[in-house]
Structure formats: C-alpha cells, structure tokens
C-alpha cells in the first residue's frame, strides 16, 4: 500500500533526511521519501501492517523532529 501524508511543522532538510533513512528502517516498510519542500511523506509499506507500522513511524518522527506532525 502506497500513501501520501502532510507534514506540520518540519523545520528543515537535514531533519528530513534523517526521518527518511529512519522510516526505512522500519520492518514492513518498502519505500519512504520524505520531502522538505512539499512537507509531505509519501510511504510504502506492508498492507496488513500499516497501521502497526505507521504507528512506528510517528515515533521516530518525533525523535528526530519533536514539533513535526504527520496529517493521519
């Protein structure tokens, strides 16, 4: 399952970079860019664990950009 989430708050490219190679990490995640100028992430993932995995991601988007919020 492919989507697009609105990013709130992401305050810059460096942190975006960060949260992308962290939320590909994630096990059950296929692909996941996250763009800066569009404040937008945009994942790939396990269709039967994507709220389990997306639950993951949130976390580890706030440990790299603690004011960020993804739009769910």
Do not use: Y
């Amino acid at each position: 399952m492919k989507k697009k989430f609105k990013l709130i708050d992401l305050d810059c490219a460096n942190c975006a970079a960060k949260m992308e190679d962290a939320i590909n990490k994630i096990d059950g995640v296929t692909a996941a860019t996250v763009s800066f100028i569009q404040q937008r992430l945009t994942i790939e993932a396990d269709d039967g664990r994507f709220d389990d995995i997306m639950a993951q991601v949130v976390k580890v988007c706030k440990k790299v950009e603690p004011d960020c919020t993804i739009v769910l």
